[in-house]
């Protein structure tokens, strides 16, 4: 799924990434750890086409960052950042249905989606009335919709309380057992996910801990 070999990604001179080396495989869960300013959210950002490979390989989803459609490998992965990317004046219902379209997923999957993520009694709700926690639940609604591939969810676990990251790390562990492969940055480890998370740590830009 991922093939990172001395991969550099720099900003205005500053590397983001100083020479990454990794390894994904399919269907597989990943926690990336470190300090803030440890390069995190800026290997999520490589692995989804949203960052320029500066120098190095790497392939993606079969995408080679350097040469290949990245407009591709963006159609094929999921992304969840910080804030949600959503219409704060359409309900939940409306914003997936918006994505849908845009997509080209069917919108009957909507319903289902919703109750997935225990969001059906708030699907004619604004998304600018909903809490940081079911605004997360929103964005994890529109990666099942979507059918990624790849996840890659940066700090997932922030507003959460301790039963949205139980139900969180539920859902992680269903959707990799379906066959997806999910890359998640966090600072605390998976707490309830019947899998067992490879954990990558890094530090200045650099793969400094991995384990299984």
């Not at 205005?12 to 269907?27: I, R």
């Not at 914003?95 to 997509?103: G, I, P, R, S």
């Not at 604004?126 to 929103?138: D, E, F, H, I, T």
């Not at 539920?170 to 990799?176: F, I, N, T």
């Amino acid at each position: 799924m991922v093939a990172l070999s001395d991969a550099v990604v720099l900003v205005g001179g500053f590397p983001l990434l100083s020479g990454v080396n990794l390894e994904l495989s399919v269907t597989s869960l990943n926690v990336v750890t470190g300090a803030n300013g440890a390069g995190k959210t800026s290997l999520l950002r490589l692995l989804g086409g949203l960052v320029t490979l500066t120098s190095g390989t790497g392939v993606v989803c079969g995408v080679d960052l350097r040469s290949g459609d990245l407009r591709e490998l963006r159609r094929r992965v999921g992304w969840l950042g910080h804030e949600g990317s959503f219409y704060d004046d359409l309900s939940a219902s409306e914003n997936l249905t918006f994505a849908a379209k845009a997509l080209a997923r069917p919108t009957s999957e909507i319903a289902g989606v919703l109750d997935r993520v225990e969001l059906s009694s708030r699907a004619t709700t604004p998304a600018k009335q909903l809490s940081a926690g079911q605004r997360r639940r929103l964005g994890l609604a529109w990666l099942l919709l979507r059918r990624s591939e790849l996840w890659l969810l940066d700090e997932p676990y922030a507003s959460l309380d301790d039963e949205g990251r139980t139900f969180f790390d539920q859902l992680v562990g269903d959707v990799v057992k379906s066959g997806a492969t999910v890359v998640v940055s966090a600072h605390d480890p998976l707490r309830s996910s019947a899998l067992a998370p490879r954990t990558i740590t890094l530090a200045g830009g650099l793969v400094v801990g991995d384990h299984l």
